[in-house]
């Protein structure tokens, strides 16, 4: 069975503390991996698309990275306002369908 | 920029009425999609649909039934609403294969 699982649930940093959240996946025929960053009460809004082990995408103090078997995502510095639910997706298969992860709830503390 | 929208932002209905969420986007975008989402168990998906007309069932489509009548616009219905359907909803397009947008959600409680 296809599975996305993300680590840790939660994460809690001081502002300028960097840090990586894991998202690791067991699919047959990845075809992309997807994130998303979601703010409470909100729908998630799109970040990066991943298809190939090795490739990197960064966007401000973001960075992703994608292996064989998971990916990060790198906040370098992060601010109070990086506060949210980062999501992870894959799409697998022959299908449109994607496969979530429950996220990572981080919090920075001023 | 991808618009999404969905109808509603927030909803309260009582069990046993019949519940129609609807989503528009404006990007000329094939699929569409359904989800749910509740704490602890992710997005999980109810309906999609990769042209007018056209529907397949997700993960969890029981107690769902949907409608895409024009390319830009899929409705979600709730026959009869139940307690266990109280959720946020969310409604995602894309374009062939490729990114999924989602727009705001929509919070729906049954009493």
């Known amino acids: 069975e296809d599975q996305v699982t993300q680590s840790p649930e939660a994460l809690r940093l001081q502002e300028g503390e960097s840090s990586s959240l894991n998202c690791s996946y067991t699919?047959?025929?990845?075809?992309?991996l997807f994130w998303y960053r979601q703010d409470p009460g909100k729908g998630p809004e799109f970040l990066f698309t991943l298809y190939s082990a090795g490739e990197e995408k960064e966007k401000e103090r973001l960075k992703a990275t994608l292996t064989k078997k998971e990916s990060f995502l790198h906040i370098t510095a992060p601010k109070p306002e990086d506060s949210a639910t980062y999501l992870c997706a894959v799409q697998a298969g022959g299908g449109n369908q994607f496969y979530f992860g429950t996220g990572t709830s981080l919090t920075v503390i001023p | 920029d991808v618009k999404v929208t969905q109808s509603s932002r927030y909803l309260v209905k009582r069990t046993g009425e019949k519940v129609f969420l609807e989503c528009v986007q404006d990007?000329?975008?094939?699929?569409m999609f359904w989800y749910r989402q509740d704490p602890g168990l992710g997005l999980r998906l109810i309906y999609f649909s990769y042209d007018v007309k056209m529907k397949e069932k997700g993960d969890i489509p029981e107690g769902y039934s949907v409608s895409r009548e024009k390319k830009e616009r899929f409705s979600l219905i709730l026959e009869s609403a139940s307690t266990n359907q109280t959720s946020m909803y969310l409604c995602?397009?894309?374009?062939?294969?490729?990114?999924?947008?989602f727009g705001p959600g929509t919070r729906l409680t049954v009493l």
């Open positions: 990007m000329d975008h094939e699929n």
């Open positions: 995602a397009s894309s374009l062939g294969t490729f990114t999924q947008y």
């Open positions: 699919v047959s025929g990845l075809r992309g």
